[in-house]
């Protein structure tokens, strides 16, 4: 690509004649004008990088995936490569996403034949698993309380079993309310 920039007394120029691709007749030295100042030090400046404005934006949006890479990685996100295995597992029906990991508080709503019996037990996540029951894979978790241990199934959360204690007293007393 042919410059529109020259040196003119140690300054950037922009050759006119060559910036419009014509001569004016109108203006017989024309094409020995030249336009001086910030505009003409900006195109220099970009055409001595030699790159044409295709490869600008090519290098725009890789120094883009660079920074956001850094930034993804300082912040501990998870790397594309990662992330694309993740996708893949999941299409896959392979990946299982947990309400809570091991040794985790949990509360467990112990219902009895009236309201009497109704109690709540604190108790930790001992074991995750999952099983496939009647063809299709079901989560269950394993929860041990101080009076007993027991194995409770995905579809018991928010009903017997819950992972905050607000939720499993307002639950309780919702209960209680019915019953009652």
Not at 69 to 92: M, N, P, T, Y
Request: charged residues 25%; glycine residues 8%.
């Amino acid at each position: 690509m042919e410059r529109l920039t020259i040196k003119v007394d140690g300054r950037n120029a922009i050759r006119l004649g060559k910036a419009y691709g014509t001569n004016i007749e109108a203006l017989p030295d024309f094409d020995n004008m030249h336009l001086t100042g910030d505009v003409a030090d900006r195109l220099a400046a970009y055409e001595d990088t030699g790159l044409l404005p295709e490869a600008i934006d090519q290098l725009r949006l890789s120094m883009i995936g660079i920074v956001a890479a850094e930034i993804a990685d300082e912040q501990g996100f998870v790397e594309l490569s990662r992330a694309k295995q993740i996708a893949h597992a999941e299409s896959e029906g392979r990946l299982m996403v947990l309400p809570c990991k091991l040794g985790d508080t949990v509360w467990v709503l112990h219902t009895g034949f009236n309201a009497n019996f109704l109690r709540l037990y604190q108790g930790r996540c001992v074991e995750i698993s999952q099983s496939l029951l009647h063809g299709s894979a079901e989560e269950s978790y394993a929860v041990d309380v101080i009076d007993f241990a027991a194995w409770y199934r995905k579809s018991d959360i928010g009903s017997t079993l819950f992972f905050s204690k607000a939720e499993a007293e307002a639950a309780l007393k919702k209960l209680r309310e019915e019953i009652t």
